[in-house]
C-alpha cells in the first residue's frame, strides 16, 4: 500500500474513533493475546442517512471496510464480523443491513450472497463509464425477526 494512501486511512481511522457516536462501531478480530497479537480483520459499521431525493429520509445501518488478512481468508472470518454487525444493527433496532461491494469483487459477492445480502442498485460513476472501473453494487440484507426491534 502507498503511503499516502495508508496515512489517509490512518487519519480517517482516528477521526472516527475519536467522534463518539452512538451508533459508530469498529470490530476488530485478532489472533493470539501475547506479545505477537495479529490484526486478522476489521469492520466498521454506522448509520448513513438516506438521500435528500428520498422521502420520507431515513437512517440505516452501513458497514464498510471489511478486510480479512490474506492469509486468513476463507476461515470464517468475514462472516464472523459480518454476524456480529447484523448483531449490533437488530439492537440498534433496525431490520436490515447495507453495504458497498465493487462489481468485480467476486470472491466478497459470493460471500455476501451467500450470508443472504441481495443486490439493490448497479451504481454508475464516471469513472465506470470513461476508464471502464468497476461498478458498485449496493446490497441489502434483511435481519431476521427476532434480532429487530
Known sequence: MRPFWRLGIYEDMR??????????????????????????????????ASPIWCVPTHQYPY????????????????????????????????SNLYLHVLENNHQARQLYGKLGYTSLQVEETWESWLMGRSRRLFLRKHLAASRSA
Open 15 to 48: 477521526h472516527r474513533l475519536r467522534t463518539p457516536s452512538p451508533h459508530y462501531v469498529c470490530l476488530v478480530a485478532g489472533q493470539g493475546w501475547q506479545e505477537r497479537d495479529r490484526l486478522v480483520g476489521i469492520v466498521e459499521m454506522t448509520l448513513r
Open 63 to 94: 458497514i464498510s471496510n471489511l478486510a480479512v488478512r490474506s492469509e486468513f481468508r476463507r476461515q470464517g472470518v468475514a462472516r464472523q464480523l459480518l454476524a456480529t454487525c447484523e448483531e449490533i444493527a437488530g439492537e440498534w433496532g433496525f
